[in-house]
């Protein structure tokens, strides 16, 4: 555990506010007039994925703390919660309701290695590579003729049947990277 100044607060920190571990959204440097110094705070508690904002007198003492982090494999989903495997082959399960921004890209046995972060040695979140390949199951062909600029259509992903915006251009089967912080298309793949 370690002490920060809440004045120092920064995106991504991560404290201890009521018994429970929070990560730091923002942090907003506020002075009026005579008023002592504050920092607003926006946090999300990480085992609940619950934003609130908190207001702090900028010399307050808060208790940071550090959390582990693992590299880890996406296995299999086993209702409610999915398994993921680290390089000793442990699994570890996390809540489908705490992994439900990133669900649509778990596919059984992927081979992107996700990082698992770890409180007090348990499971509490997964982030994803920035990007990943996936395979398209369906989409729809595109009317011949239209030469308006930028055309998209809708594509299925196999495996976990998440439907997104694709290029024209992609077909079924087709690899397509896709950028997990906006679940954007990005391009296809060779």
């Known amino acids: 555990m370690s002490v920060k100044i809440a004045g120092?607060?920064?995106?991504?920190?991560?404290l201890i506010v009521d018994g429970l571990p929070?990560?730091?959204?923002?942090?907003?440097y506020n002075k009026s007039g005579r008023n002592a110094a504050v920092i607003k705070a926006r946090m999300k508690n990480l085992m609940t994925n619950?934003?609130?904002?908190?207001v702090f007198k900028a010399d307050d003492k808060l208790e940071g703390v550090?959390?582990?982090?693992?590299?880890?494999?996406?296995?299999y989903y086993a209702p409610p919660?999915?398994?993921?495997?680290?390089?000793?082959?442990n699994e570890y399960e996390i809540d489908s309701e705490v992994l439900a921004d990133i669900e649509k890209f778990l596919a059984p046995?992927?081979?992107?290695?996700?990082?698992?972060?770890?409180?007090?040695?348990?499971?509490?979140?997964?982030?994803?590579?920035?990007?990943?390949?996936?395979?398209?199951?369906?989409?729809?062909?595109?009317?011949?003729?239209?030469?308006?600029?930028?055309?998209?259509k809708s594509a299925i992903l196999a495996h976990t049947k998440h439907e997104l915006q694709v290029s024209a251009f992609v077909e079924i089967g087709d690899k397509i990277e896709i950028d997990t912080e906006s679940g954007e298309f990005k391009k296809r793949c060779t």
Request: include cysteine; charged fraction near 30%.
């Open 8 to 14: 120092e607060l920064v995106s991504g920190n991560v």
């Open 22 to 28: 929070v990560v730091v959204l923002t942090a907003q």
């Open 50 to 54: 619950r934003i609130s904002e908190s």
């Open 66 to 75: 550090v959390l582990d982090k693992k590299p880890c494999t996406y296995s």
């Open 81 to 89: 919660k999915h398994v993921f495997v680290d390089s000793e082959f």
């Open 109 to 152: 046995d992927m081979t992107d290695v996700c990082e698992v972060t770890f409180y007090e040695e348990r499971p509490i979140s997964v982030t994803l590579p920035r990007t990943i390949i996936r395979e398209v199951e369906y989409t729809e062909p595109v009317a011949r003729g239209d030469t308006s600029g930028k055309i998209t």
